[in-house]
RNA sequence: GGCCCGUUCGUCUAGGGGUUAGGACAGCAGAUUUUCAAUCUGCCAGCAGGAGUUCGAUUCUCCUACGGGCUACCA
């Protein structure tokens, strides 16, 4: 049962893909929208037809969707304030645009761009670099002047205007008490010459008309609030409760961009990234519960978010801590669920035409693997490239080739004992000797103590060959799932280095 | 420049007039181990600076510094 008296909304611009920060806007909104059993609203804030992408709008939405986050009335599945695009809602903002007019609210504007430039450089030269506001020169305007400029359809703006000398004063549930004077701020431009909206205007429109109770938003829209709430108070509407979340920055502390890293959820997906740690990690930025909870599941983070808990610093993306929660979360999935994204990934980036398959990627052989890797891997991106070689042939690398250069008759010898000794072992599963690491195991074990060395010697020797690498999944288990046929080639082949 | 906001280990944070300032990630060391991980144990590390209030400030107030945001016919 949805609680109508709590109804919250994530609103972003169809610039580009979904953001981390945003992400994390959507998902607070989203989680408090639970929490409370209320109604969570997305919209399109897409007034600006210059920069607009259409096709980001199905991204964004994937990207919330992925991250496991719904909505109860949205542009797709509509509702009882439908439209959610603000470029569909033009008449709505034209109206209540219309009655502050009516009101003196506000007032038309014919000042080119170009000319308030001007204004703006030769109000520079007078003040200093002080600030300057629009000096109301349209304000001035008679009836007549305007039916005129109306007539000889002259382009127009539509300007709030501002009271000269007023506290606005409101309380953020993150921030607390916040007060600015109005006369800091300058009649701003609520609908443009084209007759969309701007922002400020928008924004509070659609709050007002979809009966929003909380906004929850980012915090560089702390400083834009008072504008809205001069519009809220020029249509004498009831204020929602504001609650800015801090910033997320790089590492460095500055905005968050493209040199820090994958920015986008859908990057993260891409790298392997489970939608649950996502969510988990997003969840500690700028928000904590007590003392020393770090995992959350998502009914957690649901009974324990509140608003007030939310802090106002800024918070640094950690890569690294995330990778970490990627992994225990990793550990604690069904194997058949991370089989097939095993499975996705590897066929995605599967090569068209390659001569250096070995075996064919398929379901079964992934799900034997899991279990070797299930503990060693912190995204499914890594998972592929450590498992790899299960499926390609190895290249031996120059410093793998040469990797017993000081001690070649040793190893030579190693391999030729294990090689010797595997090739005891039968394919046939039903024998005795099968080709299994459990009987594998104690065979290397005997080399080892014939030779007098450690095993990790005699595996280190074998893993080289074997992967072609220094670090490998569990050896044994590697052999076993790689087959005796297969394994053996792969020893012969290294053992002629020697 | 103006206005708004912020500042606890490297990072995310808990705390809050008297605490050995707590946890987690990272780092380091050890245990375990066929590698790498995972796991366990231990270690390292912090209240931006200065005034004031107070018997006592990391906590309250002010100033400074630093950081961020806004100041668009962007959102």
Redo the contacts with the bound molecule.
């Keep these: 049962m949805k609680n109508e008296n709590i109804r919250v909304r994530f609103?972003p611009?169809p610039t580009g893909f979904l953001h981390i920060g945003s992400a994390r806007t959507a998902f607070f909104n989203w989680l408090f929208a639970k929490k409370m059993s209320g109604v969570f609203v997305l919209r399109i804030?897409d007034?600006?037809i210059e920069?607009h992408k259409e096709d980001t709008i199905d991204l964004i939405m994937d990207s919330l969707k992925w991250l496991g986050i719904t909505w109860d009335e949205g542009p797709d599945i509509g509702g009882i304030f439908a439209p959610y695009r603000q470029s569909l809602r033009k008449e709505i903002y034209n109206q209540y645009a219309q009655k502050l007019i009516a009101e003196k609210r506000a007032y038309r504007c014919f000042?080119?761009?170009d000319k308030?430039e001007e204004k703006r450089k030769a109000s520079t030269k007078d003040k200093g670099?002080?600030?300057l506001k629009y000096d109301r020169e349209c304000l001035k305007l008679t009836d007549e002047d305007i039916a005129n400029n109306l007539q000889y359809g002259r382009?127009y703006?539509i300007r709030l205007l501002v009271p000269d000398d007023r506290e606005i004063n409101f309380t953020d549930i993150a921030?607390?008490k916040?007060?600015?004077n109005s006369k800091?701020v300058e009649d701003f431009?609520i609908i443009?010459?084209?007759g969309l909206p701007?922002?400020?205007f928008s924004v509070a429109i659609d709050d007002i008309q979809m009966k929003i109770t909380h906004v929850i938003r980012g915090?560089?829209?702390?400083?834009?609030t008072p504008k809205q709430l001069l519009i809220y108070d020029a249509l004498n509407s009831e204020l929602p409760r504001f609650v800015h979340l801090?910033?997320i920055l790089g590492s460095d502390?500055?905005?968050l961009s493209k040199r820090h890293g994958s920015i986008s959820i859908e990057a993260y997906r891409d790298e392997g990234f489970l939608p649950e740690a996502i969510q988990n990690y997003l969840a500690?930025?700028?928000w904590?519960y007590?003392?020393?909870t770090?995992i959350f599941s998502l009914e957690e983070l649901v009974a324990k978010f509140s608003l007030e808990?939310i802090?106002?610093?800024?918070?640094?993306f950690?890569y690294?801590?995330l990778l970490?929660l990627n992994?225990?979360y990793i550990?604690n999935t069904d194997d058949k669920i991370l089989s097939k994204l095993i499975y996705g990934r590897l066929i995605k980036s599967a090569p068209q035409k390659n001569t250096d398959i070995v075996s064919g990627i398929n379901m079964a052989k992934i799900e034997k693997i899991i279990p070797l890797i299930k503990?060693?891997m912190r995204t499914i991106k890594e998972a592929c490239e450590l498992i790899s070689p299960f499926f390609y042939k190895v290249r031996y690398a120059e410093e793998i080739k040469n990797f017993f250069e000081n001690e070649k008759s040793e190893a030579a010898n190693i391999l030729n004992n294990t090689i010797t000794v595997l090739e005891a072992f039968s394919d046939n599963q039903t024998t005795s000797i099968t080709f299994k690491s459990s009987l594998i195991?104690p065979e290397l074990k005997k080399i080892a103590d014939k030779l007098g060395i450690n095993?990790?010697k005699v595996?280190?020797v074998v893993?080289i060959a074997l992967w072609g690498a220094?670090?490998?999944?569990?050896?044994?288990?590697t052999m076993e799932i790689l087959g005796r046929t297969e394994t053996l080639n792969r020893l012969k082949a290294y053992s002629e280095n020697f």
């Design positions: 609103a611009s804030e007034t600006d920069r000042c080119s761009p308030l670099s002080d600030f382009n703006t921030y607390g916040i007060s600015v800091i431009i443009r010459s084209n701007t922002y400020n915090e560089d829209h702390l400083s834009n801090p910033m502390g500055q905005k500690l930025l700028g904590a007590d003392e020393k770090t808990d802090n106002k610093k800024p918070a640094k950690d690294e801590k970490w992994g225990g550990r503990e060693r195991e095993l990790r595996a280190e893993r220094k670090v490998s999944p569990p050896l044994f288990g």
